[in-house]
């Protein structure tokens, strides 16, 4: 028996649907060719599926379709987001958070070796980073804010249109690391004054290894990675056609399903949060979270015997594997959360193909395990 998998928030399976057509998009007999070559019909019909794809995505996030950049994932988004806009200037301030995933923090560690001065925001103990504390931090330098949408590991979601207002009136451009919002919450490029956003596939049943960049149209960003000047000189490299394809279907029907499945899991959330809290001790971490996950610590256990004990659950822990340590997450720690705590946390994440009846047996397993371990210790 495999476990039970909810771990969502680290990657989805692709779903059946997007699988298909992406191996549509392989063979000699299917879309294969390059969608750079001009010069025969094999290159126009990649070129068609690239576009139509671009334009699935467009609707999905409400922008226009030659604001969208393909590459490989969040990570490079984030990384052609931060640096394109920074690298180019001398020096200067960038706002971000405590809470980033490494993808965007590593980023900034960077640029501070190049000369640029960092504030990392810490949330409040409800995980939330407010307006009040971007405009606070504000300099006469402040170059780039860059803040996330919805948090990785406690899903809490930020207050990023407001953000995006004040930033907009301060004419600073505002990067959001978008990757756990696709398919989550109503992200609306026209309604909010986000100017670039990174997203990727694999966090909405998508393909690993692709991703984009919204790029608001007169936001200079500049490459990271040059040759032959594809996606408009942003971003070169033959684009991968099946990559592209199954971004954009996974992209549509997230989108058409976010109302739907929200509600499915907001009510496996929540039964899942009323199983667990049968045993003391229980803490949900985060306030204003979306229906996907559910982060909670468990008082009174050792963290290492509590995941050691779960493994008839794929989940995740406060704990992250540093080569050779166990460090406490750096997300918790910034809520307040002492190392004892943040350790004995677990994320459990769903998704699409999650049922009530595995939530149920994930409920059985964590209370019988946290009685175990208690009764152990007592
Ligand atoms: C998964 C994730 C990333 C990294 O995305 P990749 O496509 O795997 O590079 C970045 N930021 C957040 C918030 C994520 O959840």
Not at 18 to 27: D, F, N, P, S, Y
Not at 73 to 88: D, P, Q, S, W
Not at 221 to 237: L, N, T, Y
Not at 323 to 348: C, N, Q
């Amino acid at each position: 028996m495999k476990p039970i998998y909810l771990d969502y928030a680290a990657t989805t399976p692709v779903a059946p649907q997007v699988a298909e057509k992406m191996a549509a998009c392989l063979t000699l007999e299917g879309n294969f060719a390059n969608p750079a070559s001009r010069s025969h019909r094999y290159g126009w019909m990649a070129e068609e599926a690239v576009e139509n794809a671009r334009n699935q995505l467009a609707q999905a996030l409400h922008c226009d379709s030659r604001e969208i950049v393909w590459t490989s994932g969040a990570t490079e988004a984030n990384n052609l987001a931060i640096k394109g806009v920074c690298e180019k200037l001398d020096g200067g301030h960038i706002i971000t958070t405590a809470i980033e995933h490494k993808a965007v923090l590593d980023v900034c560690g960077y640029l501070e070796t190049k000369g640029f001065t960092v504030t990392y925001l810490t949330p409040d103990s409800s995980g939330r980073i407010s307006v009040a504390q971007v405009e606070q931090a504000l300099q006469d330098d402040t170059c780039l804010v860059s803040v996330m949408y919805v948090n990785n590991e406690l899903g809490v979601i930020n207050p990023v249109a407001d953000i995006a207002a004040l930033c907009r009136s301060k004419k600073i451009t505002f990067h959001v690391d978008g990757a756990q919002a696709v398919g989550k919450v109503d992200v609306n490029l026209e309604r909010d004054g986000i100017d670039l956003l990174s997203i990727s596939a694999h966090k909405f049943y998508g393909p690993k290894g692709m991703g984009a960049l919204f790029v608001r149209r007169g936001v200079k960003v500049d490459a990271q990675i040059h040759g032959g000047g594809h996606e408009r000189g942003m971003r070169s490299g033959t684009l991968p056609t099946h990559q592209i394809v199954g971004l954009g279907l996974a992209a549509e029907i997230s989108v058409q399903e976010l109302k739907e499945q929200e509600a499915r899991l907001s009510a496996l959330k929540q039964s899942l949060i009323t199983g667990l809290s049968q045993v003391s001790g229980v803490t949900v971490n985060g306030e204003n979270t979306v229906a996907n996950i559910a982060n909670v610590s468990f008082s009174g256990v050792d963290g290492e015997s509590l995941l050691l004990s779960l493994h008839d659950l794929a989940v995740s822990s406060g704990s992250a594997c540093n080569s050779a340590t166990m460090a406490p997450s750096y997300v918790l720690k910034a809520i307040g959360l002492d190392d004892e705590t943040a350790h004995a946390s677990i994320r459990f994440s769903m998704g699409r193909f999650t049922t009530a009846d595995e939530i149920n047996q994930a409920v059985n397993s964590v209370v019988t395990v946290v009685q175990r371990l208690r009764a152990m210790t007592a």
